[in-house]
C-alpha cells in the first residue's frame, strides 16, 4: 500500500471541541519525500445558529460566522469530501498540535454526523502523527542545524510562527489554515533534512505497538511531553512504574526527581498532588512527577542510548541520577498498586464532576464506543436522500445516536424540516443558548464580547469582528439576551 503524508490545519469557533466547531479545513497531501500530490484542500464549514463562537478565538482567526455562512458547506458536504478524496487507505495525517486540538476536533466532527469518529486515522493503512512533539524532541537531543526561539523573557518557544520565522520559512498568513499547512510541510522538510535519523525514527514510533514495546520494557527511555517544564525542554528519562489500569498505555515516573518521599505515601495523598501543587507537600516541585503516557497518541519516545553527553548537559540530567533514582524507585513494593488505587480516585472524582450542562449528545463522544450493531445504522442514515430524512426512524440502541439524529437534520438540512421537527429545533436553541439565565451560553457570549469591546487598544479589525460577532449573536437568539 502506497502512503502518503496529509498534513492538515483547523481554525476553530473556539477551544473546545465538545463545545465549538470547525470554521476552516486546509490541507496538502504529499510524498513521503514531501513532494506535492495533488492541489491542496481548503474549505469553510457553515456554523449553526445553535453555536456562539468563543470571541478570543474569532479574534485570532479573523474568521466570522457570517463569512462561513456566506461562502462555507454543510459538515455533511465536507464529510463527503473528506472521505472519499481525503482520508484514502495509507494516509498519515499530520498536523502541529494536531493530536491534542485538531484530531479531537475532527473525532467530533465524525461523531455528530454519524461517521465513526476513529476509523478515519487508523483503518487501511491510515496513521496519524504530530509535529509539536518531534520539534521538542528534536531540540531536546539534536538541535544542531536549526535556530530555536525564545520568548520576551528568554524561556524556549517551540510555536509555528516563531519557528518559521526565526529560520526564514514562509509564513505570510499565520492563523489561516492553509497558510499553516505550508508552513508545517516546510518546517517538516527542515526538521528531516537537519536530523534525518531522529525524524525517520520518530515517524516508525507513531505506531502504538512500537510504543508499548519501548514503554512496557521496564528499563528507562526518554520522553518528550508538553507536560515537562519548557526549563529542560520539555524532555526528561521516565521509567514505567505499571500499566495504566484502564487506558491502553503506562504510568511512567520522572526519574529527574527522587522519588522517595513518594514511595510509603498513601492513595489519598498521592492523589492531592498527582496535578497540582499541594502546600502541605515538603516536595519543591510542584506536582508528583507521574504521567500517564497513552501508545495510540503518538507520543515522542526514545530509548536510552540517544541521550548523550550533550544531551544530558542540555537538560541538566545525569545518567549517574537517573540511575540513581531507578534504583531507589525498585526498592517499593508497593508504589506501583497504590498509583493505580489513586487512578481509581482520580476518575471517580471527575465523573462526579462529570454533570453536563448540554441537554444534547453532542459532548458524549467518549462516554462509549459505538456498538457494533449500531454500525449499519451510522451508514444508513449518510446515505439516505435529504427529502427522505423524515421517513428515517433507525432504532440505535445507542441512546446517544437517537438523540443526535433530529439535531443532524436542523444543522445540514434545515430546508426540509417539518413544522413540528422545527419547533422541537427552536426549543432546543433555546435550551442550548438561554439555558442557566445569567450564567448561560448566551449571557457568557456577550459578557466576554463587552470585556473585549472596553479595551482601548483595540485596532479597527479587531473592533469589525467584535461588531460583526455582536450583530450575528443578536440574529440568533430565540428571544432577546436580558
Known amino acids: 500500500m502506497t502512503q502518503s503524508l496529509f498534513f492538515y490545519d483547523l481554525e476553530t469557533s473556539g477551544f473546545n471541541p465538545r463545545e465549538q466547531r470547525i470554521m476552516q479545513f486546509a490541507g496538502q497531501r504529499v ?3 514531501f513532494k506535492p500530490l495533488g492541489e491542496p484542500h481548503n474549505y469553510l464549514i457553515k456554523m449553526t445558529d445553535d453555536i456562539l463562537p468563543d470571541p478570543d ?5 479573523g474568521i466570522t460566522p457570517q463569512v462561513t455562512i456566506a461562502e462555507g458547506i454543510t459538515e455533511v458536504a465536507f464529510l463527503k469530501i473528506f472521505t472519499e478524496e481525503i482520508s484514502i487507505p495509507g494516509t498519515i495525517f499530520v498536523g502541529f498540535n494536531s493530536i491534542r486540538f485538531d484530531d479531537e476536533f475532527m ?4 461523531y455528530r454526523n454519524f461517521y465513526d469518529a476513529y476509523e478515519w486515522h487508523w483503518v487501511d493503512g491510515r496513521g496519524r502523527w504530530d509535529m509539536l512533539d518531534v520539534v521538542r524532541m528534536t531540540r531536546a537531543l539534536r538541535p544542531d542545524g536549526i535556530k530555536w526561539p525564545v520568548d520576551s523573557k528568554g524561556i524556549p518557544a517551540n510555536q509555528l510562527t516563531m ?5 526564514g520559512l514562509d509564513h505570510k498568513n499565520a492563523h489561516d489554515a492553509l497558510s499553516d499547512v505550508q508552513a508545517t510541510i516546510a518546517l517538516a522538510q527542515l526538521l528531516r533534512e537537519t536530523q534525518p535519523k531522529l525524524f525517520d525514527y520518530l515517524l516508525e514510533m507513531r ?3 512500537k510504543v508499548a514495546e519501548l514503554a512496557l520494557a521496564r528499563e528507562p527511555f526518554v520522553y518528550t511531553s508538553g507536560k515537562y517544564s519548557s526549563e529542560h525542554e520539555k524532555t526528561t528519562v521516565v521509567v514505567t512504574v505499571t500499566e495504566h489500569p484502564k487506558k491502553a498505555g ?6 529527574r526527581h527522587d522519588p522517595t518521599p513518594y514511595l510509603n505515601m498513601k492513595p489519598e495523598q498521592l492523589a492531592k498532588i498527582w496535578h497540582h501543587y499541594c502546600k502541605d507537600h515538603p516536595c ?3 506536582r508528583l512527577p507521574v504521567k500517564t503516557l497513552q501508545f495510540n497518541r503518538c507520543p515522542a519516545v526514545a530509548p536510552l542510548g540517544v541521550f548523550n553527553n550533550d544531551s544530558q548537559k542540555r537538560l541538566q540530567l545525569s545518567l549517574k541520577t537517573v540511575q540513581k533514582h531507578l534504583k531507589l524507585l525498585k526498592q517499593s513494593t508497593t508504589f506501583a498498586q497504590n498509583l493505580i488505587k489513586t487512578i481509581d480516585l482520580l476518575d471517580k472524582e471527575q465523573q462526579a464532576r462529570l454533570i453536563y450542562d448540554e441537554l444534547d449528545a453532542d459532548a458524549k463522544l467518549y462516554d462509549s464506543f459505538i456498538d457494533n450493531s449500531d454500525k449499519a445504522g451510522l451508514k444508513k442514515v449518510r446515505e439516505v436522500a435529504q427529502d427522505d430524512l423524515h421517513k428515517l426512524k433507525p432504532d440505535f440502541k445507542d441512546e446517544r445516536l437517537n438523540a443526535l439524529l433530529p439535531l443532524y437534520k436542523a444543522r445540514n438540512f434545515p430546508k426540509v424540516l417539518r413544522d413540528d421537527e422545527r419547533e422541537a429545533w427552536e426549543r432546543f436553541r433555546e435550551r442550548r443558548l438561554l439555558g442557566g439565565k445569567k450564567d448561560s451560553r448566551a449571557a457568557r457570549f456577550f459578557n466576554r464580547l463587552a470585556e473585549l469591546a472596553a479595551n482601548p487598544k483595540l485596532i479597527g479589525q479587531q473592533q469589525y469582528l467584535l461588531e460583526e460577532l455582536q450583530l450575528y449573536g443578536q440574529s440568533i437568539l430565540p428571544t432577546e439576551p436580558e
Open 163 to 167: 519557528l518559521t520565522s526565526i529560520n
Open 57 to 61: 478565538a474569532v479574534l485570532i482567526t
Open 107 to 110: 473525532r467530533f466532527l465524525h
Open 31 to 33: 510524498d513521503m519525500r
Open 250 to 255: 503506562a504510568v511512567v515516573y520522572d526519574l
Open 207 to 209: 505506531d502504538k505497538k
Open 284 to 286: 519543591k516541585h510542584d
